[in-house]
């Protein structure tokens, strides 16, 4: 158990390994420690902004989804009025025309009407002229009585 | 039986042989190569196995040996951030080299005891004592250079006068004093590398002794009692390397404080 040169051969061996470990093992060690530190708290740091952005978007989203909603109900019912415009204008529209094809069919109504008593008051002169001659046969001024035709066909025609 | 191998001396034969280092030299120059190389040898491990951890340490994912290392370093890291308030680029490293290389050292009491020597008789190696916390050469080179370290940065900090005013006007402020103060300053320094070197010394050395004695019973009896000490001897060395780093650094900030 004697203290020997033993002492000194150790003394050596600890101071080169403390100074080992000084130089070559704690720092870069406590570097990636630090650094590792400062990587989590950075970390902790952009979860934490990322969670208040998170909030502000989802604020932005609802005010949007509020603001589309009541764009929607609104031209939902200007719509609708419009709707009503339109089957309002249809039905003046159709009523309208309505009227034109009512006047339309009177108006040929009317024509068919004179047309119809323009060929009677024809038919009806021819048939005087025949019955006239047919009695009266002989001796008649041809020009006299057609004169006279003529008139009778036009108070027929007044009449 | 262990005795029939070492027959000369018997039991006594054996366990002398057992605590007799392989040594070189004469009187004061003696070297004893044993804990020379199991020290050296157990200080590149934790060298290299630390610089490798520290070479590739990362800020990222770290790996099993990096966590471990980290794990280690912090621990130390903390001890010394609870007692000691200056700041110093030594004391952390000193204080880490300190815990695993002790540990390693200490670590070495858990091979049988007869595994190491017989294998070293194979190759002509009369003598071979494994544990090198054993020697008191080895705890007081250590403690030892924790001293140097306490006196150099009491005079660094408190500077000269400084620190001669503490060795001689403490506890009591008297010139009258003096002479006793002295005495008790002295003492005082002097127990702390004494202390600190005989105490890891005195528990490596009955812990060892202890698995030597187990060694000589019975083989059917040394298994029950050899698994209980070692598996308490896993905590004293773990302890022992424990208490002496966290001395170290009380001593160390004890040497940085002012009075």
């Known amino acids: 158990m004697s203290i020997n040169a033993t002492l000194i051969g150790q003394m050596i061996t600890f101071a080169l390994l403390v100074w080992f470990t000084m130089k070559y093992v704690w720092p870069p060690l406590m570097q990636a420690l630090e650094e590792r530190k400062k990587k989590i708290a950075d970390g902790l740091a952009s979860a934490e902004k990322g969670k208040h952005e998170m909030e502000l978007a989802e604020k932005r989203a609802t005010a949007l989804l509020r603001e589309a909603k009541d764009q929607a109900a609104e031209i939902v019912s200007l719509a609708q009025k419009r709707a009503n415009e339109v089957v309002e204008e249809s039905k003046q529209t159709a009523k309208e025309e309505g009227e034109r094809i009512v006047a339309a069919a009177r108006a040929e109504i009317e024509r068919e009407l004179q047309q ?13 002229v025949s019955a006239a001659e047919q009695i009266l046969q002989k001796e008649v001024d041809q020009k006299k009585h057609r004169e006279i035709i003529d008139n009778l066909g036009k108070q027929l025609g007044q009449a | ?74 621990f130390v890291d903390a001890q010394v951030k609870d007692s000691f308030h200056g700041r110093s680029a030594l004391i952390a490293p000193l204080a880490l080299s300190i815990f695993v290389w002790v540990f390693l050292m200490n670590a070495m009491d858990l091979i049988p005891v007869d595994l190491l020597p017989d294998i070293a008789k194979t190759i002509g190696l009369d003598y071979l004592r494994v544990v090198p916390s054993t020697d008191l050469n080895a705890t007081f080179a250590m403690s030892i250079s924790v001293f140097f370290l306490i006196l150099f940065y009491s005079v660094k900090v408190k500077g000269p006068i400084g620190f001669g005013k503490e060795m001689i006007l403490t506890p009591f402020h008297s010139v009258w004093m003096i002479p006793f103060n002295l005495i008790l300053k002295l003492v005082e320094e002097l127990a702390k590398p004494v202390s600190l070197g005989l105490r890891l010394f005195g528990n490596m050395y009955a812990g060892e002794l202890i698995f030597i004695l187990i060694a000589l019973l019975p083989w059917y009896v040394q298994p029950l009692l050899s698994f209980p000490w070692a598996v308490f001897h896993i905590l004293i060395i773990t302890l022992q390397a424990f208490i002496f780093m966290v001395l170290t650094i009380v001593y160390l900030s004890l040497a940085h404080e002012e009075h």
Do not use: C
């Not at chain 2, 018997?10 to 003696?30: D, K, M, N, Q, R």
């Not at chain 2, 199991?38 to 060298?47: E, I």
């Open chain 1, 116 to 128: 119809a008593k323009e060929g009677l008051r024809q038919q009806v002169a021819v048939l005087a």
């Open chain 2, 1 to 74: 039986m262990a005795t029939e191998e070492h027959g000369s001396g018997g039991a006594t034969g054996y366990i002398v042989h057992h605590l007799t280092p392989l040594s070189t030299g004469e009187g004061f120059w003696t070297l004893h190569l044993d804990t020379l190389f199991f020290s050296v040898f157990l200080g590149g491990v934790f060298a290299l196995l630390f610089r490798k951890a520290a070479e590739r340490a990362t800020s990222d994912v770290p790996g099993p040996l990096q966590n471990f290392v980290e794990m280690l370093v912090e």
